[in-house]
């Protein structure tokens, strides 16, 4: 008879998963059948993942036979493989967007785009400005111009330095007791940031937990952590790009917050915000109620979901 037991995901790299049961963490496998989502996914299992594992007697690993349901998932299209999906993580309370003005140069795309990942699950997302050290006057101007809009939308936004450790503690008390998961784009200073909550946490645990045993310091897959305050961090490879072939346009519509609270209004109940008449979201931005930027970055997602769907077309004959 083998023993099962109810764990946590935290790691997974499509081929072996770390669990955590209580402060253990158990290396599986998936053995056999196990049931997953319709969605097409490069890696089935996500960090965060409820699971049952089967332990087994004569082996090493253990296996994992189930995936609990899942509260909510962040999912984004695979970099690599376009038509798949790929799972950022699931079961998470919220996720801390961590951004900088410069280096490297925020564009305001991103902020955007990321967002619509969080939004189906209406995950909150707090936008953490990092590298406050070097901005100047006008950067600052710039700063809060940003935080207005999106605090406006229903968005948190922080000012932080981990050079200098503005904000840190803010951080830590909306990740405290929670699971958060952190993104952002490659060079924003994620790594540094969480090394200022809990110094070592990163590189302590890829020691422990990597099969090798040489220790890997750039993310590769997400893992979680547990933090001593209380609560666990899930620490996500550094995004490039963030593409929405598995969006329709209505998606991109219903995802943009504002623009969907206003939509009720619009003439056409199915109103995509573009060239129909009596469009409440093009009178919202022409009143300067919704911000312009927004509503461009909106279109350009738009154009790029059509194009997108053209190509997925053509690829699938
Ligand atoms: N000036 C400044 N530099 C920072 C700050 N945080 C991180 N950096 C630097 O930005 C670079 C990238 O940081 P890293 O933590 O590796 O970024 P990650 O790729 O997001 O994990 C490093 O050279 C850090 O020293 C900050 O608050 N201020
Ligand atoms: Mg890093
Ligand atoms: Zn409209």
């Avoid at 006008?138 to 809009?149: G, R, S």
């Avoid at 990163?202 to 020691?207: F, N, P």
């Avoid at 917050?257 to 919202?284: G, W, Y």
């Amino acid at each position: 008879m083998s023993e099962k037991l109810t764990g946590v995901v935290t790691k997974s790299t499509g081929s072996w998963y770390l669990v955590r049961i209580g402060t253990d963490i158990i290396q599986c496998r998936v053995k056999g059948k196990i049931k997953l989502d319709d969605l097409k996914l490069t890696n089935p299992i996500a960090v965060g993942d409820q699971v049952i594992i089967e332990m087994e007697p004569k082996e090493d690993v253990a296996s994992i036979v189930t995936i609990l349901p899942r509260k909510n998932y962040i999912v984004r299209q695979s970099p690599r493989k376009k038509h798949l999906l790929h799972f950022m993580a699931s079961n998470v309370d919220q996720v801390l967007l961590i951004v900088t003005l410069k280096n490297p140069n925020l564009k305001l795309g991103f902020i955007d785009r990321f967002l619509l990942m969080t939004e189906p699950y209406s995950i909150p997302v707090v936008i953490v400005f990092n590298k406050a050290d070097i901005y100047n006057e006008e950067d600052m101007k710039l700063f809060n111009y940003i935080k207005t809009i999106y605090k406006n939308i229903g968005y948190q936004v922080l000012l932080c330095s981990a050079e200098t450790k503005l904000g840190i503690d803010d951080c830590k008390n909306i990740l405290k007791d929670k699971t958060t998961l952190v993104s952002g784009q490659s060079g924003v200073g994620k790594s540094t940031l969480i090394n200022q909550i809990q110094p070592r946490l990163l590189i302590k645990t890829e020691e422990i937990s990597d099969f090798s045993g040489k220790g890997q310091h750039t993310t590769t897959f997400a893992e979680m952590y547990t933090l001593d305050i209380g609560g666990q961090i899930i620490d996500s490879p550094g995004i490039k790009t963030l593409g929405f072939s598995h969006f329709d346009k209505k998606d991109v519509a219903h995802n943009f917050k504002e623009f969907f609270t206003i939509s009720s209004e619009c003439k056409f109940a199915d109103c995509l915000h573009m060239n129909e008449p009596n469009c409440a979201v093009k009178k919202a931005v022409e009143s300067g109620k919704i911000a312009e930027f927004r509503y461009q970055n909106y279109l350009a997602i738009i154009d790029e979901v059509e194009n997108q769907n053209y190509w997925e077309i053509h690829d699938d004959v």
